[in-house]
């Protein structure tokens, strides 16, 4: 097999286990549009030519649909890279797959409230800061439900997150004191622009997690959190230097480290935060650090995400907060 074939081989894979791991029973025209990629050389061609970092299945996906609307078939996602193919280039090498998807703090929460408070919270990987208002939502665990109070006037969205009976559901919403993000790329919730693409990364089929985003803006327009242009190997340790002593500090992630290729740099921040004085959460697929997936059960479902404090497992988590499967 030539370089050239393993590469486009590589991309089919990727797009193949995109659409059965992650987009099937989620969104089933991402899931259509993804094994048609995967058997596509023309399109696989095309989307070869970005660097590696642009070539995810979730950034081609929705610079398609950004720029010419959700494809009604594959053949119609052919028609945009061939008549658009400069304009999608565009796109995608100016955006990244920053989701910021706020329900995902449904899963965090049962960790943040057990935490001595209050919490002075660091977000690395940001985006527009919308995981840093953990306090700020509402949550529906099933027996449990918890609501903030906002000023009159604000709706907070209401998250939904089915949980395994031995998870240890929060009693009361965290107190947040202090909330800093760091991001290569910052999104502004005051944007129009920047909201825009956060919603085009919402699948097809995903209106109700598409209306909560919506809400989520809304609530973080009142007071935005700062999230701070930088990288996380060059400028956490000053955002972790200024955070206040009086809180218990709290460095997480989730959905982010993936983004980091090689596995040498993953272990090494890894290493960093095991020796840094702040607790430290981390959210993300079990193959970014292999070392605490080694330590988990096997997962309950394929495409799930492994949640860990101090580089210990203890749950299996939905990729958007949908659910917690505690085991801890």
């Known amino acids: 097999?030539?370089?050239?074939?393993?590469?486009?081989?590589?991309?089919?894979?990727?797009?193949?286990?995109?659409?059965?791991?992650?987009?099937?029973?989620?969104?089933?025209?991402?899931?259509?549009?993804?094994?048609?990629?995967?058997?596509?050389?023309?399109?696989?061609?095309?989307?070869?030519?970005?660097?590696?970092?642009?070539?995810?299945?979730?950034?081609?996906?929705?610079?398609?649909?950004?720029?010419?609307?959700?494809?009604?078939?594959?053949?119609?996602?052919?028609?945009?890279?061939?008549?658009?193919?400069?304009?999608?280039?565009?796109?995608?090498?100016?955006?990244?797959?920053?989701?910021?998807?706020?329900?995902?703090?449904?899963?965090?929460?049962?960790?943040?409230?057990r935490l001595p408070q209050p919490l002075a919270l660091v977000e690395v990987g940001a985006s527009a800061g919308l995981c840093l208002l953990p306090d700020r939502y509402g949550y529906?665990?099933?027996d449990v439900s918890l609501r903030p109070e906002l000023p009159s006037g604000t709706m907070p969205p209401e998250f939904p997150c089915k949980v395994g009976g031995n998870t240890p559901l929060p009693m009361a919403l965290p107190r947040v004191v202090w909330r800093r993000g760091l991001d290569l790329n910052p999104l502004d919730p005051g944007s129009q622009s920047d909201v825009a693409w956060l919603q085009t990364l919402v699948w097809p089929g995903q209106e109700e997690r598409a209306e909560r985003l919506q809400a989520a803006v809304t609530v973080a327009r009142q007071d935005p959190p700062k999230v701070q242009r930088g990288d996380l190997f060059v400028d956490l340790d000053k955002i972790i230097e200024a955070a206040p002593d009086e809180a218990t500090l709290v460095v997480f992630h989730s959905a982010v480290?993936?983004?980091?290729?090689?596995?040498?740099?993953?272990?090494?921040?890894?290493?960093?935060?095991?020796?840094?004085?702040?607790?430290?959460?981390?959210?993300?697929?079990?193959?970014?650090?292999?070392?605490?997936?080694?330590?988990?059960?096997?997962?309950?479902?394929?495409?799930?995400?492994?949640?860990?404090?101090?580089?210990?497992?203890?749950?299996?988590?939905?990729?958007?907060?949908?659910?917690?499967?505690?085991?801890?």
Not at 41 to 50: D, K, Q, S, V
Not at 65 to 90: F, I, K, M, T
Not at 273 to 291: G, K, T
Request: hydrophobic share 40%; aromatic share 8%.
């Open 257 to 328: 480290l993936a983004y980091i290729g090689e596995e040498e740099r993953r272990e090494a921040f890894a290493e960093k935060m095991m020796n840094a004085s702040a607790v430290w959460i981390s959210n993300e697929s079990p193959r970014v650090f292999p070392r605490i997936a080694a330590q988990a059960p096997p997962s309950p479902t394929e495409g799930s995400f492994l949640l860990s404090i101090d580089g210990q497992p203890v749950a299996w988590t939905g990729p958007h907060g949908q659910s917690l499967d505690w085991f801890a």
């Open 140 to 142: 529906d665990y099933g």
């Open 1 to 113: 097999m030539t370089g050239d074939a393993a590469v486009l081989e590589e991309l089919s894979q990727s797009y193949r286990r995109f659409a059965q791991a992650e987009a099937h029973g989620v969104s089933a025209v991402y899931e259509d549009l993804a094994l048609f990629i995967g058997d596509s050389p023309e399109l696989l061609g095309f989307i070869a030519t970005f660097p590696d970092e642009r070539r995810q299945p979730n950034l081609f996906l929705a610079a398609v649909r950004h720029l010419a609307g959700v494809p009604a078939s594959g053949d119609g996602l052919v028609r945009v890279v061939r008549e658009r193919p400069q304009d999608l280039r565009r796109i995608m090498l100016k955006r990244t797959t920053q989701t910021n998807e706020p329900a995902r703090c449904a899963t965090l929460l049962p960790l943040l409230a």
